[in-house]
């Protein structure tokens, strides 16, 4: 089936939809107002806010040393897998970053996934360090942070009330029991744009991303995808990296090849390598951060960009 055809379809089923919504309203409008409660009352579950789960306790190491915490939280909101082999829903708020006096820098981070994930990692004992790992690496592939391996596992962190999770995550409050009443009884050409117009605060602009990724038992790097429909981030570009070995066969060195087609000059990409590490970055257009299979040498890091391939190529000696 084409494209243009698929779409037709959709067209005509949502024609079809609205105009039976309309001989409903004329005919039988006390069906209409009681199928439209119905459907109301159905998304009462959809719409519950999220709630703290667990809080995880890391530090940043670069760019900015400080403490972070990360809110694990259970929200219906976010799908469950279809099944054990596919890629494990996760959703991300805004970074929230501060600086108290008692506690110096930090920064809170919220992650929520299905309340059934989290129930099946708590029966199973040993997956829910599997979802702290995979938080941790959310946190550094989205924010660009350096963190320590080592975590441990708080009461709560000191932003983490019921408010400060729904507003970093995005939460918007549904309809009181008035305003349900007062919706069910449009009619389906004002529904319809009240669907189709969300009030202003839904359309401001939000920064919390969306990613899937399998348990981090199974994440290899390339696997994440940030898929918010509301956040147009940086792209994560097309790469290979490579360990080069010497004429023993032993690894001697990286070499990271970037394919960024966007990008017309070197001076656009900012580069940031690290033993364990390489972070490339050109604003608002490409992002990527990789770890490296093994500890190399920064300090002998060469990056080479060629213009006409629109390619950068990064090399790094590994340590001996």
Known sequence: MSTSGGREDVLRQVSQFWSMLDDLSENEPAAYRKFIEEQMRRGNEFNAPPELHSCLRTQILKPKPGSLYIN?????RVPAPRDASSPLPLCGGKLEACDAEDQGRYAVLDVALNPAVLQKSEEEGADMGNIYTLA???ARQQHGMLLSQEYSIVS???KGSPDDLRRRLGFQKPPSASERLEIASQTPASLLRHISSPPPETREEDSAGRIIGKPAAHVKMGLIQVISSTFQGPQEP????????????????LELTVELPKVRFMSECQLRVSKEDVLLQVEDVYRLLLEFPKAVNEDTASA???KRKRRLTLTVDVLL
Not at 72 to 76: E, F, G, R
């Open 304 to 306: 080479v960009f060629n």
């Open 156 to 158: 709560c962190s000191p």
């Open 238 to 253: 097309e790469y290979l990296l490579e360990v080069k070995t010497d004429a023993a066969g032993a690894p001697c060195s």
């Open 136 to 138: 941790l690496r959310f």
């Open 72 to 76: 694990i939280c259970s929200w219906k």
